[in-house]
C-alpha cells in the first residue's frame, strides 16, 4: 500500500513570495490533517479534512494560509505571503474515516526555508 | 504552561542500554496517549499507542501512563543503533484526533 505522497520535498523562497505544498493521502483515507514542525518542536496541527469539508481549522493562520482539498482527495496547503517564522517541515497525514487518534500515517513531509 | 512538556536535550547511550524518555501534560482530557519515532527528513510513523494508565509493551518497547500524575514514559530495552531517531510523545481527546505533540527527544544509541 502506497503511503502519503507529499511535493516538493524541498522549497527555497523569499520572504513576502507564495509557495503551494501538494498532499495525496493514502487511498481511501477520508481524513486529511497538515501539520507544521519547526526545527526542535512537535508538530502542530494547522487544519484537518473530513473528505473534502473542514473539520478543525483553529490554529490555521487565516490571513496568510489557506488549504484547500478538492474531491476530497489530494489537497494544497499555501502560504501567501510567507515570512520567516515560517520556516518549517509541513507534514501531511491521512486517516480512515472513523479512526483512533493513533491511526494518523504521515508523509515525509516538505522542508520550507524562508530568506 | 504547554499542553504537552518533553525535555528535548538529545540523548546519548551506548548500544545495549536502556533508554527511558517521558513527558508531562496539563490536559486532564487527554485519554490517548502515543509514542513516534521520526527519523531524520522523514515524517513521525506511530510506534505505541494505550489509552490507560498502566504499562504496554511491544518486543523492546514499554509504554507507561501514569493518569494521576499526568506522566508517560518510554522504555526502550536493549537499544541498538536503528533506534537512532528523535522520539516524540503524542496526546489526544477522546472523539477529537488532534494531536497534540511534545517537543521530542533525539536519541543516539552508539555501536
Known amino acids: 500500500e502506497a503511503g502519503v505522497a507529499q511535493s516538493p520535498r524541498y522549497k527555497i523562497i523569499e520572504k513576502r513570495q507564495s509557495v503551494a505544498f501538494w498532499c495525496n493521502p493514502i487511498s481511501g483515507h477520508a481524513t486529511l490533517y497538515w501539520y507544521q514542525q519547526i526545527l526542535g518542536q512537535g508538530p502542530k496541527l494547522l487544519i484537518q479534512f473530513q473528505n473534502n469539508g473542514v473539520v478543525d481549522d483553529s490554529q490555521l493562520p487565516k490571513d496568510r494560509f489557506s488549504a484547500e482539498r478538492l474531491k476530497g482527495v489530494d489537497s494544497t496547503l499555501k502560504i501567501q505571503p510567507a515570512k520567516l517564522e515560517d520556516s518549517a517541515v509541513y507534514l501531511c497525514?491521512?486517516?480512515?474515516?472513523?479512526?483512533?487518534?493513533?491511526?494518523?500515517?504521515f508523509g515525509p513531509g516538505t522542508r520550507l526555508t524562508v530568506t | 504552561q504547554k499542553e504537552v512538556e518533553q525535555d528535548p536535550g538529545p540523548l546519548s547511550v551506548p548500544e545495549g542500554a536502556i533508554v527511558s524518555l517521558n513527558c508531562t501534560y496539563s490536559n486532564s482530557a487527554f485519554q490517548y496517549f502515543m509514542w513516534y519515532r521520526q527519523y531524520s527528513r522523514k515524517g513521525p510513523e506511530l510506534l505505541m499507542y494505550?489509552?490507560?494508565?498502566g504499562n504496554k509493551e511491544d518486543g523492546r518497547f514499554t509504554a507507561q501512563v501514569d493518569k494521576s500524575s499526568k506522566y508517560i514514559s518510554l522504555f526502550i530495552r536493549d537499544s541498538q543503533p536503528s533506534d537512532s531517531a528523535t522520539y516524540l510523545c503524542?496526546?489526544?481527546?477522546?472523539?477529537?484526533?488532534?494531536?497534540?505533540f511534545g517537543k521530542g527527544n533525539q536519541v543516539v544509541v552508539i555501536p
Open positions: 494505550t489509552y490507560s494508565s
Open positions: 497525514a491521512s486517516s480512515p474515516a472513523t479512526s483512533g487518534p493513533y491511526e494518523q500515517y
Open positions: 503524542a496526546m489526544s481527546e477522546p472523539g477529537n484526533n488532534r494531536l497534540a
